[in-house]
Nanobody
Framework: QVQVAESGGGSVQAGESLRLSCVASGVPSGQTYQNAVMGWIRQAPGKEREVVAAIYTGGGNTYYADSVKGRFTISRDNPKNAAFLQMDDLKPEDTATYYC???????????????????WGQGTQVTVST
């Protein structure tokens, strides 16, 4: 079974930074960590889930939501099946539960769509106060 686990959330003041970590294990049969999309999705109370960043492990291609461009940076460590989200200049609007999610294989689904991701972590809470 594929397992995804994220960590690194916490409570910070506006303008501060956090770094989230994600590790995926239990790679599906026939797949490797070099052929996966790993994404960070957040959900704030009363709001829909939003893909804020994603990365293709095979080449490092990235996606960012407009709301986080210039502030968040996604990266990966393929040998560890890991992905990271460096969040700088955090704003109260960034307060949410952040999920790491992933899928393997080539699929014709854009990275910003939730249905692109099959395996999800339990989430880590990020709270940004003024």
């Amino acid at each position: 079974q594929v397992q995804v686990a994220e960590s690194g959330g916490g409570s910070v003041q506006a303008g501060e930074s956090l770094r989230l970590s994600c590790v995926a294990s239990g790679v599906p049969s026939g797949q490797t960590y070099q052929n996966a999309v790993m994404g960070w999705i957040r959900q704030a109370p009363g709001k829909e889930r939003e893909v804020v960043a994603a990365i293709y492990t095979g080449g490092g291609n990235t996606y960012y939501a407009d709301s986080v461009k210039g502030r968040f940076t996604i990266s990966r460590d393929n040998p560890k099946n890991a992905a990271f989200l460096q969040m700088d200049d955090l704003k109260p609007e960034d307060t949410a539960t952040y999920y790491c999610a992933t899928d393997w294989g080539l699929k014709l689904i854009p990275w910003h769509k939730l249905e692109r991701y099959t395996y999800w972590g339990q989430g880590t809470q990020v709270t940004v106060s003024t």
